[in-house]
């Protein structure tokens, strides 16, 4: 195809603002899927993603659309990540299209992910039709939330497109707006090969799956070909585009987009912003701004039940063979026995995963409390890369220590910024913008990404109710008072419980942890002390008195079968339980333990 009838382009959303409704409508309207096969196809599509845990990228699609002007066009969409854990994927597909649809939703108005994702399609110089959804609604605004558009994005909203992406109003609108307002790729058919992995993904019958956009030159069926950053070369086996179903095609051209596959064993061998070229005679120069994306978050899994390791082991490899940026390293504690050193890229990566296994593997997991990465300096010059706090070295050898932090960006209704504020204050952050865009604020902070790891986003709902909307980007890192904070339980430490902590807050989280562990930690028959410690210093102490009745005592006599209700409960609960020298500590615990009210 002619680069000048191919139109390449990503729609950004915040969730549930429509995209994906809009993409079926596009694919719906241009036949790409037959009206009668529409719903069939894609109820297949989810029952093989179901029985076979196939991965279906449903709204990457290649359309055809004969225009008003009587030319048919290629038109891309590529989908993209929607969370904020995934910010380096999502600049990276979004370098692949020339163009992007802003879709919101005319009831709701912007919210902090059109905010994150429009600046990036903004960075990636797109062309941005906005677009107006769910014009149905009564409770639609069209007039307000395009000023909001101009206001807060600065972008021009007076030719904004108003649509239904439900009931299918005004999609044909969006297709000509497409072709007639966004720009043809560029590209040099007769340049050595360059094209941009984009995104791949495991497929148990294909393999490895590699998405690629062709900048320069032609890709073939059979061709061999080479991935600059890895060195990695590979056979192309089969080349196809998605309709969204795979199609074989004979070769890709400048402009276009489609996946390969050459039998690649694992995602992790495929990098996301990687450039591929020809093995002979192919460019020198790759595409600039590669990074590889880098877990930030860490936690250790461990199974509640030891027997579980094998169990564990074989769910954690699976799961990064379809996810490059999770990683895993064997740990062992004193406490908790054999698990995994985890890498997420962010919190919900982290919940995510967690999820998976276990839900799919059946797994009960203990999770320890996420960690950071801090830059440990040393006093004899040398630096560490701190992601255990169990691994701090000790206090009296260390110089300083830094921390990253992250700048916040929340969207909130008015009668709830007072609580916002409060929160991020409460989190050590520092506010550096505050504006308002109708009845809503957007306050800007500047804040420790270890303040926002374990509980902030829940937080954040419960105390707006769940009408924030929120989003942050990495900015880097900064030295602070920050100390190893240790929990003893009967005098035995329990490393799982160790975190690191501003010195200035540590009394007050030491605090709220020993009375947290005080009332989720069951009696036992003796007296046990329950303390938080700096270095050999306790700074906060509680004590849990000794059980003395039988459990079952108050069940006087008669009624047989509570008895035995209650026994059994009680053996339920063991199961969920984990001992530290003398003392049987429940799982939950572990969890609740670090949440702050
Ligand atoms: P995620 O995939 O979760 O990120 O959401 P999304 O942005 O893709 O939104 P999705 O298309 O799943 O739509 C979210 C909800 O809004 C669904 O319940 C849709 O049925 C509904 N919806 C989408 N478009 C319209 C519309 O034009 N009008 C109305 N009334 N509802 C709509």
Redesign the pocket.
Known sequence: TDLAHIRNFSIV?H???????LADRLIQLTGTVAERDMKDQLLDAMDIERERGITIKANTVRIEYPAKDGETYILNLIDTP?HVDFAYEVSRSMQAVEGSLLVVDASQGVEAQTLANVYQAIDADHEIVPVL??I??PAADVDRVKEQIEDVIGIDASEAVHI????GLGIPDVLEAIVTRLPAPKGDRDAPLKAMLVDSWYDPYLGVVVMIRVIDGVIRKGDMIRMMQTGARYGIDKLSVLRPAMQDIKELGPGEIGVFTASIKQVRDTKVGDTITHEKKGTDTPLPGFKPSQPVVFCGLFPVDTNDFEDLRDAIEKLALNDASFTYEMETSAALGFGFRCGFLGLLHLEVIRDRIEREYDIDLITTAPSVIYHVYMKDGSKLDLHNPADMPDATLVSHIEEPRIKATILVPDEYLGDVLKLCQDRRGIQEDLTYAGARAMVVYDLPLNEVVFDFYDRLKSVTKGYASFDYQLMGYREDKLVKMQVLVNDEPVDALSMMVHRDRAEMRGRAMCEKLKELIPRHMFKIPIQAAIGGKVIARETLSALRKDVTAKCYGGDVTRKKKLLEKQKAGKKRMRQFGKVEIPQEAFINALKMD
């Open positions: 959303a969730i549930d603002h429509g995209k994906s409704t929607g959804n769910k149905d609604l239904s992406a439900k009931t």
